[in-house]
């Protein structure tokens, strides 16, 4: 079964330099912030992008959105490259989801501003046209008619969020990107926003990018999970496939790392040493083998490719699957 | 360090140099001199011989680069007015000013940090908007209003100050109060605004949870962490002094360099006026410069921006 | 056991220019040596607010303990003297913070920091005189290489290692209780597993008393051994944590605990609290969950439930359980 690539990435590289003063010797130093990735997404699927900070998922993100351009790499929509001829089509049907609902709703618009502003810049609705579309995506949000004439400040974080998603869904878009859209809420928020966005994806057959710290969050939502270090991709695999049988050694200390609640959540404790580190001054070869328990000399000298140990199940490790090695096959 | 503070430096004498360029400018434009140097029914040929010895037949481009060469050769010109050199003139009367200005300008500063921290630890209360409103006052009254009204209140009605002169210490108080007034209520304003926005940090809290006095947590964190801001108001008022105290000069007659400069423009002696300005330029810039380096002393994190 | 903290119907109002919040109402608890209390809430509920009532850290223009006793071995706090809080503060009773980035002073180093808290209660000591001691206690914490690290600025270390300094700064003067507001909040996944680990550790080895305030399930089943629900300013159920994981009584903590997210489980459908958490004023006539519960009665909006149950057992504010039953 084929299926239709709605959105790929390919190589995807972001650098931004660092300014140099005259007198400082060497070569000039850059933030690889992206620092090779490739992706597809295709259509009607959620993918979760999972990192900690500094690992360039945000910029990743912008990237993708043409908010940014990039240092290497395109970005395919459709098969076909984004250029000036088809930006307005895809700023249409890709859309963006932001974290902090206090400062992504301009303070000055009223509701049911913000939520036809995207109907004025594609279309040339009259007001009842446009207010024909936006009472069912007020109805999917779950929010009365009588918040159309309120300002943001009314509201609270997670409606301000739900706001936020009907900004995006008048469109009729066919992706969103959406960049820790849970993580300023509230636990018993978040849950409803979560799922709204399950509720959307099953009516409306949105793609998601979802972008998150929370691994809980994201196995709730996504079908396949992608796990990002310092600007790569470390593991990507189907969503029941990587927490069955987990692979890299940064993704088991992710998982290891959650505090559990219940007995199902626990897993074999791995505590990583030292922190994440910056992306000035990567470490040589694989990113990771600073913090890895199972790091041995190739580790310093070669960055390891991305393989596909079987279904999809890609991995960038230069032991994963090998017989005899920590990471084999065990939870 | 020391790249930044060579460009600061260069910064600051080109600016020196641009100021003193355009003051130039601006006293020749405002007329000749020769027209009163010379008593009345002088004759159009005494005048021309006056403007050739003084240069001023010359075309101004060959005016500049003379003055120029002039002054970095060390050589600060001979006052049209007072038939002497420039440079000892001001010498004369720098003590003077001096006497006056850092007086001022100290009280300014330590009387302005107090009633600021004062007002902003009891913000809100009746001492804080008695200190503010005092403050607005303060800093829109015009300086020589404040002398004059200060003038009649203490020398006429109340006898107790002279209001002219340098003879005694009595006579420093009035002139410098009313110097000193501007400059403070600003660096009230900003003291409290500085430390208003530092007491709400949670390092505050932080240092508080350690055990530490308030009165300790307020002057070591909360002083310390606002002395950015208010540094800057404090280097800005230096201009503020300045100006203030030629107004001053003039109203009490303080013998000082100020009513030489104002006597000087008045009198379109252009090599006075021109030493002058230079001398308050380069002052100013030095002490922004000196600023400046203090916000590495002030704030490690600056410091980052100096390598 | 002997209570080292008890703590008597704390009440604590903000006032604001619209009304006034009973930011905490009534809230009572005990705490001995070497257990680790957590309270447990979401934004609003007061749990930071009654951490920094306990220690007289409110800001007195708009807020002020009404009612309530706080006794620090017998001695309330609420009525101590500014000087008598100033050592308490550090030495008995020690409070870390959410973002730890902001919680250090900027222009100090760690090392005047940490000695800071030392002099604070011991006037005569030198710096040069604690340095060996600040060293210890930054090995204590898991900092690499202290004694290049010691002279660096809170800006020159990662969020994992100024928490770890803040850890060090509450712990110099041995005190017997620390409250941790959020300690791993703002910090990565990883490296709030670290920090959690040495919290555990430490408090193991000192035998220290322990108040965790967190809105985070996971992290404070992984420290406490009993819990503290709070919503709206007062507590909704308490008990050890084994209880009330295993068998949340309370709707708004069943609601809680379905609505998270699991790694370990696979679920359609999230449950979420319907509502959000409303304002109140005083006084409170309802109980405060009613608008949003999935069980009310009539009784639940005329009256506010009081708290019921054994001390220093398993306790609940609901008029439908009764005898550990929904009724």
Known sequence: ?331 | MLQFTVKRLLKGLFCVWFIWSLVFCMVRVTGDPTDWMLPDGATEEEMMTLRTALHLDEPMAKQYTDSLTDLLKGNSGESYYYKRDVAELYKERMGATLTLAIPAFTLAILIGIFLGTVAAIRHDSLIDRITMSGAIIGYTLPSFCLGIILIYIFCLKLRLLPSSGMDSLRNLVLPMVTLAVSPLATIARFTRSALLDVMNREYIDGARMKGVSELAVTIRHGIRNSLIPVVTGIGMQLGTLIGGAVVVETVFSWPGVGMLLVTAAKERDFPTVQYGILMVAFSVNLVNILIDISYGYLDPRIRETFK | MENLLEVKHLTTYYYTRMRTVPAVDDVSFTLQKGRVLGIVGESGCGKSTVARSLVGLIDSSYTKIVRGEVLLRGKDLTKATPAELCEVRGKQISMIFQDPFVSLSPVYTVGDQIFEVMKAHNKNLRYKDAVPAILDLMRKVEIPSPEQRINDYPYQMSGGMQQRIMIAIALACNPDILIADEPTTALDVTVQAQVLDLLRDLQDEYQMSVILISHNLGVIASLCDHIMIMYGGVVVEEGSTEEIFRNPLHPYTKGLLASIPSIGEDKEELYSIRGSVPVFGVPVTRCRFADRCDYPQECCFRQEPELTGPDGGRKIRCFRVKEGKMV
């Open chain 1, 1 to 331: 079964m084929s299926r239709d690539i709605l959105l790929e990435a390919k190589n995807i590289k972001k650098y931004f330099p660092v300014k140099k003063k005259w007198f400082q010797g060497g070569p000039a130093r850059t933030v690889k912030a992206v620092d090779g990735i490739s992706l597809q997404i295709f259509r009607g699927e959620a993918l979760g992008l999972i990192g900690e900070s500094g690992c360039g998922k945000s910029t990743f993100s912008r990237v993708v959105m043409q908010l940014i351009p990039p240092t290497e790499g395109e970005v395919l929509y459709n098969g076909k490259p984004v250029t000036g001829k088809n930006i307005m089509e895809f700023r249409r049907r890709v859309q963006m989801v932001f974290q902090d609902p206090y400062s992504s709703l301009d303070p000055r618009m009223n509701v049911r501003d913000i939520i036809e502003e995207p109907l004025r810049v594609h279309t040339s609705m009259t007001a009842e046209e446009k207010l024909a579309v936006v009472k069912p995506v007020l109805e999917q949000i779950e929010l009365p008619e009588e918040t159309l004439e309120k300002y943001p400040h009314e509201f609270s974080g997670g409606q301000r969020q739900r706001i936020g998603i009907a900004r995006v869904l008048v469109t009729d878009p066919e992706l969103l990107v959406c960049d820790e859209p849970v993580s300023a809420l509230d636990v018993s928020i978040q849950a409803s926003i979560l799922n709204l966005f399950k509720k959307m994806q099953k009516e409306r057959g949105l793609s998601y990018l979802f972008i998150s710290h929370d691994l809980s969050v994201v196995k709730h939502l996504c079908d396949r999970i992608a796990v990002m270090y310092l600007g790569r991709i470390v593991e990507l695999a189907e969503k029941k496939e990587l927490f069955a049988n987990t692979l890299h050694p940064y993704t088991r200390a992710l998982m290891s790392a959650i505090p559990a609640i219940r007995d199902s959540e626990r897993r074999e404790k791995i505590r990583l040493q030292g922190e994440p580190p910056s992306p000035i001054d990567p470490p040589s070869g694989c990113a990771f083998h600073v913090r890895c328990p199972y790091a041995r000399a190739v580790c310093a000298e070669q960055v390891p490719p991305l393989r596909d140990m079987g279904g999809g199940h890609l991995v960038a490790c230069h032991f994963c699957g090998k017989e005899g090695t920590p990471c084999s096959n065990s939870r």
